[in-house]
């Protein structure tokens, strides 16, 4: 996994390269793209995470952002992006980047 933050224009440069692989994304990216997770920008609701509409200036990405998470969750966490890495198929959502910081909640 690439563990590197991603700036905007990476982010951008994702969203219209389907080559380029998913990213480790800082979250004050995330705060900027959502204008700071705003409800304005909430697009959807679950038991575990809200769904918020971000925006760039080549498009939108929708950004999840999780419930507090345990050691143990943070684990399983990482798992999942990697297998979200792979999945790769044109009934699928590709998956941009993701953000493991839990000292930004």
Known sequence: MDHRASTRSDLERLL???SMEAKALPLSLLKNITD?????NEIGRGGFAVDYK???E??????KKLSDMSVT???RFL???????K???KNIVRFLGYCSDTQGQ
Request: one cysteine or more.
């Open 54 to 56: 971000g925006l760039l």
């Open 36 to 40: 700071d997770f705003s409800n304005n």
């Open 87 to 89: 999945a790769k198929h």
């Open 73 to 75: 969750d943070e684990r």
């Open 16 to 18: 219209s390269d389907e």
């Open 79 to 85: 798992g999942e992006v990697e297998c979200l890495m």
């Open 58 to 63: 080549n498009g939108v990405v929708a950004v």
